[in-house]
C-alpha cells in the first residue's frame, strides 16, 4: 500500500489540467427569483464581503486577509497594498507555513492511516453502482487499478481525480497569496506561524463516515464541468470581495447535483462546512488570541471569513472590533 501511495502522490504532484476550462461565472447567469434569493441569504451571512479586514482590541491591531491559494495576475496590486502591512507586523500566521507543509508531503508514509482504508469496507462496499462506476473509469484514465483505488481514502482521492480544469490541481505550490505573503515575512524577517498542521486539517476531513464521503467523491467525479463552474464563480466572487455570494452559489450547486434525497444533500452540506470551514475557525481563533504582539496578521482561505462561525465574526465575539480595510 505504501507503494501504490507513493505512485498515487508522485501522479498528483505531476498532474496538470488536460482539458480546456469549460467554467462560467454563476453569478451572471441567475434569474430574477434566483438574484432576490441570494439577496436574501446573504443578508443572514455575517462579514459576507471585504478580503481584508482590522480587528482591534486595546493596543492590539490584528490585519485579517482572505486568501487565494492558486495564483492570479490579479494578485500583483493586492500584495502592493500588503506588502507594508506584512513587513511591519510582529507575526504571520497561516493557515501551515510553507516548510511545515512540505516537512508532511516528503513523509507521508509516517501518516499512512490518513491516506488509506486499512481495515473494513472499502469504496466497492460503500459507493452506490453509478459513484464506482464513475471513480473506475477516473482511475483507469490514469492508469490506476480500481481495486486497489478502493483502498484510498476518498478525500484523497477527490483531490487527485476531481478537481477543476480552470485552476492547477494538486498540491504543489500555486504561488497564491499565501505563497506570496510568507515570501514577503521571510524577506522581511517577521516571524511565521501555522494555525494548524497538515495532519490535523486531512484529519478533520475524514472524520465523517466513509459512506457520506463517499458521496461527496461522487458528486465531486459527476461533472468536470460542474466544477469549473464552481472554481471560476469562486474566483471572481474572490476578486469582487464577496466570497459569500460564491459560497451560496457553490451551496446551491451542491444541493441541486449532488446523490440522494434532498435531506441527505442537505446533511452532508452541512457537515462538509462544519468540517472544513467551521471547526477549523474555532480552534484557530486561541491560536490567533495566544500568538504574542500587538500588530499581527493572519492570512487564510477566504471562505472562512464569512459567516457566524467565521473568523472575523468569532474575533467580534471575542471583543474585537472590525473595520473593513483596502484589498
Not at 508531503?105 to 491516506?115: D, G, H, K, Q, S
Not at 462546512?273 to 487564510?300: C, E, F, K, M, Y
Request: aromatic share 6%.
Amino acid at each position: 500500500m505504501i507503494r501504490l501511495l507513493a505512485a498515487l502522490l508522485f501522479s498528483l504532484l505531476a498532474l496538470q489540467a488536460q482539458a480546456r476550462c469549460q467554467g462560467a461565472d454563476l453569478r451572471d447567469h441567475l434569474d430574477a427569483n434566483q438574484s432576490a434569493a441570494l439577496t436574501r441569504e446573504l443578508a443572514q451571512i455575517p462579514y459576507g464581503e471585504g478580503n481584508h479586514w482590522i480587528a482591534r482590541k486595546g493596543a492590539r491591531t490584528i490585519h485579517i486577509v482572505g486568501t487565494m491559494h492558486v495564483n492570479d495576475s490579479r494578485l500583483n496590486g493586492v500584495m502592493r497594498r500588503l506588502t507594508p502591512v506584512i513587513r511591519s507586523a510582529d507575526a504571520v500566521l497561516l493557515e501551515v507555513t510553507g516548510p511545515e507543509g512540505r516537512r508532511f508531503w516528503e513523509t507521508p508514509e509516517e501518516n499512512i492511516n490518513l491516506f488509506v482504508i486499512r481495515k473494513g469496507p472499502g469504496l466497492t462496499e460503500v459507493m452506490s453502482e453509478r459513484g464506482w462506476e464513475l471513480l473506475s473509469r477516473a482511475a483507469l484514465a490514469m492508469n490506476l487499478d480500481p481495486r486497489r483505488v478502493a483502498r484510498i481514502q476518498p478525500w484523497f482521492l477527490s483531490v487527485l481525480l476531481a478537481e477543476s480544469f480552470c485552476g492547477p490541481r494538486g498540491f504543489r505550490p500555486q504561488n497564491g497569496l499565501d505563497n506570496r505573503i510568507e515570501s514577503v515575512a521571510i524577506r522581511a524577517g517577521v516571524p511565521l506561524g501555522s494555525l494548524e498542521t497538515v495532519a490535523s486539517a486531512i484529519t478533520v476531513l475524514s472524520r465523517r463516515s466513509l459512506a457520506d464521503q463517499a458521496k461527496m467523491l461522487e458528486y465531486d467525479l459527476t461533472s468536470s464541468t460542474g466544477n469549473d463552474h464552481t472554481f471560476v464563480t469562486l474566483r471572481e466572487a474572490y476578486f469582487d470581495e464577496r466570497m459569500g455570494s460564491g459560497m451560496v452559489l457553490e451551496k446551491w450547486q451542491f444541493l441541486a447535483n449532488a446523490p440522494g434525497a434532498p435531506r441527505d444533500r442537505q446533511r452532508l452540506w452541512s457537515n462538509y462546512t462544519a468540517d472544513i470551514l467551521d471547526s477549523r475557525n474555532q480552534a484557530w481563533v486561541p491560536r490567533i488570541l495566544g500568538t504574542p504582539g500587538n500588530s499581527l496578521v493572519v492570512a487564510v482561505g477566504a471562505a472562512h471569513l464569512p459567516g457566524r462561525a467565521g473568523v472575523l465574526n468569532l474575533l467580534a465575539r471575542a471583543g474585537y472590533t472590525l473595520e473593513r480595510a483596502p484589498f
